[in-house]
């Protein structure tokens, strides 16, 4: 799977799962703060990972991940 594979998939879930405006999906958007992802988002995010890209994320994994590129980035480094 390639980067703009993951992004489409990721931005797809993003907008159905957590309803969040596909207009804020930018690479540089932050988490928290632009798309209001909340702790509560996370376990969401953590178990579509695993059922999207078959892998599990830890939540330490996320601690470095601030912006949805780097979320982005993450999961092409998993998938590598």
Do not use: W
Request: no cysteine; hydrophobic share 45%.
């Amino acid at each position: 799977m390639n980067r703009v594979e993951i992004e489409e998939k990721v931005n797809a879930f993003l907008v159905d799962e957590l309803e969040i405006d596909a207009e804020k999906l930018k690479p540089e958007a932050r988490l928290k703060e632009d798309l209001g992802v909340d702790s509560l988002d996370l376990v969401d995010i953590v178990v579509i990972v695993d059922k999207t890209f078959g892998f599990k994320l830890r939540p330490d994994e996320m601690k470095g991940v601030a912006t949805l590129g780097q979320f982005y980035d993450h999961i092409a480094s998993k998938m590598a």
